[in-house]
């Protein structure tokens, strides 16, 4: 049950990363084999105490998995949401690139200031995208106030852009590009605040994961403890039943030695052998197999007795393997790491998945060379002694990130979490889960933000750098003594000189677009 938590809190968080298909079926099997185990454990037990601390855990569970189905459809809303925000982004660039520059009227006298408030415009909506999108990787409340920023930002241009006086087609133009911002900044919110409800409802995941892992751990040692106590019951009745039987037996054969005579008495103590021979055998661990109740004469009651306490004890030792064999079978599944350590550092044994994750052989466990106190870099000894002294008080200490070194010299991150392994204060069982992948998402994405930086800065200078340009290029047109006239290949005016102004009387302004 503890690696159906596991995974479900593993592929939960995935969903939020990545909202596939593939990872939603993995979340609903770990939920179903969740549920299998949990009706066996029921089904299993007969301890009252237990039993309470099963539906217990099932209850937990049953929240555990609410607050999951909530993650992942708001995980969904929030991807579906981001696809329509980066549509209305692209759109917004269609826009300004391909509609509003290539009709823009370049001949007016406030064209360059007019180009210079387009172009600070699409800056601030690809810094309201950047935001957003950083939003997601980390709630930080600066990026909410950068987006504000960028809107305000944005209709001061626009209100600029609107007040240079603009051909109508431009106007129109504006009006798409506005439009389209309020509804592409409009589902932006809408992934900021989806953002902000998902991060409380990972916490509350986190924390139900927790309480659901401090009950299992108590069940372990509960269901350990039973299964001792049941065990030294069943061999101290059974002592106490033998003797009390062989004293019985033996006065038994005295008063009937008296009454009935040798022929019956040998019947006696045929039966009499047969059950201290059984009680031999059972004493010293050995099979005991059955003693026929028909030959052991008038001790037939006692050997059938004798028979059923010998039938308890072999399932008393069952129940011991089972549970044994169950441990090995969680370690051996390789899910997550797996250690047994003491205090002092040393692993006593560790499953495949733990040593790849450190990359050691087995040999090496055998030779005593794998320490967890010398691979645990000197920053986290501190996490390490607070967890021993938490599993001093509670039987478990709450998990918590390290980092181990590797056998090659580099660091594996993990997330490990353990409790005292069965009544020793000295003896811990350890899970350990690697979180390689995770980190290394995380910096992937902390680096597509850089980059993300670094163009919007490039695309700033390129602006600027162009704005120049067509300032010194109007300068030069406007200190030639000669009228120049740029027109198109239809025949209309696009650009004219101050020369131009004086030689024919006309304004720049007045003059553009005619043929």
């Not at 079926?25 to 301890?47: G, P, V, W």
């Not at 980390?138 to 209100?159: C, G, H, N, T, W």
């Not at 299964?227 to 019951?233: G, I, S």
């Not at 466990?365 to 607070?386: F, Q, V």
């Amino acid at each position: 049950m503890e690696i159906n938590v596991v995974e479900t809190a593993f592929y939960v968080l995935q969903y939020t990363r990545s909202p596939t298909e593939t990872t939603l079926s993995q979340i609903r099997d770990a939920e179903r084999d969740f549920e299998e185990h949990s009706r066996n454990y029921l089904a299993l037990t007969s301890n009252q105490q237990e039993i309470m601390l099963g539906k217990k855990i099932i209850s937990e569970y049953e929240h555990f998995k609410r607050l999951g189905r909530e993650i992942t459809l708001l995980s969904k809303r929030r991807s579906e949401t981001l696809t329509e925000f980066h549509r209305g982004v692209q759109n917004i660039d269609i826009l300004i690139d391909e509609t509003l520059q290539l009709k823009f009227n370049k001949s007016g006298a406030d064209a360059l200031a007019r180009l210079e408030a387009v172009l600070d415009m699409e800056i601030n909506i690809h810094e309201a995208s950047y935001a957003v999108q950083g939003f997601i990787l980390q709630a930080d409340p600066l990026l909410k106030l950068k987006i504000v920023d960028s809107q305000e930002d944005f209709k001061r241009y626009q209100q600029q852009f609107a007040g240079l006086n603009p051909t109508p087609e431009e106007r129109s133009i504006l009006n798409k590009i506005v439009s389209a911002f309020t509804e592409t900044l409009a589902a932006g919110n809408k992934i900021i605040n989806m953002s902000e409800n998902l991060q409380v409802l990972i916490t509350g995941h986190k924390s139900t994961s927790t309480t659901i892992d401090s009950l299992l751990d108590e069940e372990l040692q509960l269901e350990n403890k039973y299964q001792v106590q049941q065990a030294l019951d069943d061999s101290s009745k059974s002592a106490q039943s033998m003797i009390i039987f062989l004293i019985c037996s033996a006065l038994a054969i005295f008063f009937i030695l008296l009454r009935f005579g040798t022929r019956v008495s040998r019947e006696l103590v045929s039966g009499i052998s047969a059950l201290h021979a059984s009680a031999v055998a059972s004493g010293k661990g050995e099979d005991v197999s059955p003693i026929n109740p028909e030959k052991a004469g008038a001790l037939r009651e006692v050997a059938t007795e004798f028979n059923n306490m010998a039938d308890r004890r072999k399932k008393t030792e069952l129940e011991l393997r089972q549970n044994a064999d169950r441990f090995e079978r969680w370690k051996a599944s390789n899910f997550i790491g797996v250690i047994q350590s003491s205090a002092n550092g040393g692993i006593s044994d560790a499953n495949d998945a733990l040593l790849n994750m450190v990359g050691y052989s087995k040999q090496d466990l055998k030779d005593g060379k794998l320490n967890w106190a010398s691979i645990t870099p000197e920053e986290y000894r501190s996490l390490d002694e607070n967890a021993i002294e938490e599993a001093a008080l509670k039987g478990f200490w709450s998990p918590f990130r390290k980092e181990y070194f590797h056998k090659d010299g580099h660091r594996v991150p993990v997330m490990i979490g353990g409790s005292v392994f069965k009544d020793s204060p000295d003896e811990y069982i350890v899970f350990i889960v690697d979180l390689t992948e995770q980190v290394a998402q995380l910096q992937k994405n902390n680096e597509l933000i850089e980059q993300m930086e670094r163009v919007n800065q490039e695309l700033i200078k390129s602006s600027e750098t162009a704005l120049e340009n067509e300032k010194e290029l109007r300068e030069v047109f406007d200190s030639m003594i000669d009228a120049v006239i740029t027109i198109d290949e239809a025949g209309l005016i696009l650009t004219f000189n101050r020369a131009a102004e004086l030689q024919f009387g006309y304004k720049a302004r007045e003059i553009a677009g005619q043929n």
